[in-house]
Structure formats: structure tokens, C-alpha cells
């Protein structure tokens, strides 16, 4: 029984060093390695190794964060974490697989709604990362054709707020911005300026309690609730570089704020880009940003994707969900 510990630890140490789609294949070869490719230490290993560097994740693929927290030996639910259907579940190699395994007739329905004209989809962008970092990531945007074309700037009003820049992707599909900022643009340079945090205008803080405890609540102001009602989504920008300090139990209440369904429809999606200012500021993995957020309290699909607001590295990807789902809801 020893030897065969041993021989099952050296085996596990050599799977080590292999990558999780080396493995899989060799739990292809037989029933033998079917059964020790499986093996929980392993997954969990690959898991709390790879996540941290992994671009984006999902409402559907995001691990749960007891995986962080409790030892290997621990159980949950009288069984053993499944680290495995875990870790397909969550990389962005499984979630790629899966989309492009989706049945044949929802492709042809998708090619038939881009054949119909349809509105412009329009998106509410705010958080702290377009005000917060020494880059900004709208300026990028707006100067960036070769990455996103403008397409047409603000020509009307929504009760007394821009109706926002219109972008142009993948040469066919245009969508419309609207960027919602805390304050005037001469409070947001100060408190850049001077590290402090400018007060935030766009909400209306109304504490309540629960239990011994004080419950953080907002609701938003009058022009920006006139916004929330007409957008098919939303567009978070979290602040993820690591060196900063940041409220996240605050940036919930905010985000919960703007995507209260009673504003609108409940299902809308919510894109959150996770954004640092340039490729050498270092950035907080985004699972542990979505952990951080609580983003799996949201009842509706999220998708979070890392962003650098100087190249805009990761936005397209983003812009490219935000748009399926928008479209998806529409045809619904």
C-alpha cells in the first residue's frame, strides 16, 4: 500500500509539470490514466496555479470562491470539490469550446437577425477606472480608428445628458456609449491630482440597517435614472491596478444601483472591464476583482475582461459579449 501512495505521488508530480489539455489527452489513452488524470489534488493545483493569469471571466464560469478559502482536506456538500469540471469550466479555453459547440440552429438564427436592421444598442459606461487612472481609456477610444471607429459623435439629448459617441465594430455593427462620470471634469483633474477621492454626484446614499449592522445603499440621481431606463447594458470600468486602494463593498452598492430592475428590464448585461492604466502597472487577477465585486450576487449575465486603457487591449473582446448578449435579449 505504501508503494502504491508513492507511485501515485510521483505520478501526480509528473502530471504536474504537463498542461491540463496534455492531461486530458492522456486520460484518453486508457481506463488507467482516465481515472488518475482525475485526481482532485491535481485540478486544484492547475486551478489556483492558472486563474490568476486568466483575461476574462464569466456569470456562468466563475469559481467559487470557497475554493481559495478552504483547505484540500476540507469537504463541501459531503463530497470533494470537483477541481476538474472546475477548472474546464472556468478557463477561457473550455469557455471558447463550449461557445463554438453551441447547436447549429442558434448559429443560423444569428445570421438571420444580422441580416435585419435593427436600433443602434445603447450602453451606459461608469466606475471608477474612467476617472482614477493616470490613462484615460474614453480618450483612447475616441482616437483609436484602427481599433474602434467613430462612427458619430453626441447630436441629441437625454433629459439633459449627452447622448453619448457612437462606435463602429467589426465594420458593420454600431453600438452607442453613453460615459457617465461622478463629477465635472475639473473636480475629477483635482482629485487626481491630489490622490483624494472626488465625492460622487450621481448617487443619492440612503444607509439603512440590517440586523447590528449598517447596510450601504444608494440610488441613483434623477438625469441618470432617466439614462438606466433607455440602455440595453451596462459598462463597469473597475480600477484593478494593485498598488491603489479601493471600496469594493461601495462599488457594489453603486453598480446595484444602476442596474436596479426597476429602472428596466432585469436581464440586461453587464460588461466590467477590469482596467489598469498601462502593460507595466501591476494589475489584481480579475477572478479575484470578480470575488471582489461579489459580481455572483447579480441575477443577470456579466462577463468581466482585463483592459489596458493606453492600448485598449481586451476591449474588443469585451465589446464583442456585451454586443451578442445586447442582441440576444433584443430577439428574445
Sequence with gaps: AALDGFQIDVQLSIMS???P??????????CYWRAAVQDPLLWRYFLLRDLPSWTSVDWKSLPEEEIFNKAFSEVSDNALYDYMAAYKRSCPQGRRSLKSSRPRYEAVTSFLQ??????????AMFGPGLEELDNSLVQKMM???????????????????????SFQFNSNQKFNIVTLYSTTSVERRRAREEQAVAVNKMFHQENSTVGSQ????????????????VVDGFIYV???????????QEELARILAMIDPALGPPNRPLLVLSCVSHVGVR??????????LQLNLLHQPWMMQDTVAATLDGLLNGIEWLLEEANCKSAQ
Excluded: W
Excluded at 435585419?116 to 450602453?123: G, M, S
Excluded at 471607429?149 to 437625454?158: E, K, S, T, W
Excluded at 494589475?283 to 471582489?292: D, E, G, K, N, T
Design 238 to 248: 473597475a480600477n484593478a491596478e494593485a498598488h491603489r486602494e479601493h471600496h469594493r
Design 143 to 165: 482616437t483609436c480608428p484602427e481599433i474602434l471607429l467613430v462612427a458619430g459623435l453626441p447630436h441629441r439629448q437625454i433629459h439633459g445628458i449627452g447622448s453619448g459617441v
Design 17 to 19: 509539470f504537463l498542461s
Design 214 to 229: 449598517q447596510a450601504m445603499h444608494y440610488s441613483v440621481i434623477a438625469q441618470v435614472k432617466k439614462v438606466c431606463e
Design 114 to 123: 444580422s441580416l435585419v436592421t435593427q436600433a443602434e444598442p445603447r450602453f
Design 21 to 30: 489539455q496534455d492531461v486530458c489527452r492522456l486520460g484518453s489513452t486508457s
Design 283 to 292: 494589475r489584481i487577477p480579475c477572478v479575484y476583482v470578480a470575488h471582489q
